[in-house]
């Protein structure tokens, strides 16, 4: 987005300074293992095991930026009628705006039919979305290694974002980016000067 565009939008949209604002995106986590870098002595082959267990859940994933909070909920798949019913708790549970891609389940009639306000981001430009970051944390800790079961891996990417959502100051350093936080900024203010 360009420099003021996520506060323009924003106020172009009628959302205003203290509503909640997430970012927010959806990962697919399965059993077909992903392999991941290692450090290894120089001159010793890493072998890595991989699982190919064609099992999957997907994980929703809103991060409020300001407020360094996280919200999610598994799901069993990514349909229009899913993603309505999601964007309905995340709106009843006082989401105002949410940021997104603009996935063909997110643009659907119903989902924006439900409430919070619809940014979308640009297509092709994941580095823009907050959450793909705390995406590839949670590869960086779970992947790479062999579980029993699908519920087993879903435990250890509940703990890591339980864990993760706790520590504030590790959350920000991840998603807290300046040009979000200057755009939240400049809403406080240009609404500020509205009142």
Same mark, same amino acid.
């Given at each position: 987005m360009e420099k003021g565009g996520l506060a323009t939008t924003l106020t172009d949209a009628g959302v205003r300074a203290g509503q909640v604002i997430v970012h927010g995106? $959806? #990962?697919? !986590? *399965? !059993?077909?293992?992903?392999?991941?870098?290692?450090?290894?002595?120089?001159?010793?082959?890493?072998?890595q095991r991989r699982q190919i267990v064609y099992? @999957?859940? %997907? !994980? =929703? !994933? &809103?991060? $409020?930026? *300001? &407020? =360094? +909070?996280?919200? @999610?909920r598994w799901l069993p798949n990514l349909k229009k009628e899913t #993603? &309505? /019913?999601?964007?309905?708790? @995340?709106?009843?549970?006082?989401?105002?705006?949410?940021?997104?891609?603009?996935?063909g389940s997110h643009r659907a009639r119903v989902v924006r039919a439900v409430g919070p306000t619809q940014i979308r981001l640009p297509a092709y430009a994941p580095e823009l979305n907050p959450a $793909?970051?705390?995406? /590839?944390?949670?590869r960086g800790k779970c $992947? *790479?290694?062999? %579980? &029993? +079961?699908?519920?087993?891996k879903v435990a250890a990417v509940e703990q890591f974002l339980t864990e993760l959502g706790t520590d504030a100051?590790?959350?920000r350093r991840l998603v807290g980016w300046n040009w979000i936080n200057e755009a939240l900024t400049h809403l406080t203010a240009k609404n500020t000067v509205l009142s």
């Amino acid at each position: 987005m360009e420099k003021g565009g996520l506060a323009t939008t924003l106020t172009d949209a009628g959302v205003r300074a203290g509503q909640v604002i997430v970012h927010g995106d $959806e #990962m697919r !986590l *399965g !059993l077909v293992g992903q392999v991941r870098r290692v450090w290894a002595p120089r001159g010793v082959k890493v072998r890595q095991r991989r699982q190919i267990v064609y099992q @999957w859940r %997907y !994980l =929703a !994933l &809103a991060v $409020e930026c *300001g &407020a =360094a +909070t996280l919200r @999610w909920r598994w799901l069993p798949n990514l349909k229009k009628e899913t #993603m &309505a /019913e999601l964007v309905g708790i @995340w709106h009843q549970d006082g989401v105002a705006a949410l940021v997104w891609d603009g996935s063909g389940s997110h643009r659907a009639r119903v989902v924006r039919a439900v409430g919070p306000t619809q940014i979308r981001l640009p297509a092709y430009a994941p580095e823009l979305n907050p959450a $793909e970051r705390v995406f /590839e944390e949670i590869r960086g800790k779970c $992947e *790479g290694r062999l %579980y &029993a +079961t699908l519920d087993a891996k879903v435990a250890a990417v509940e703990q890591f974002l339980t864990e993760l959502g706790t520590d504030a100051v590790r959350l920000r350093r991840l998603v807290g980016w300046n040009w979000i936080n200057e755009a939240l900024t400049h809403l406080t203010a240009k609404n500020t000067v509205l009142s």
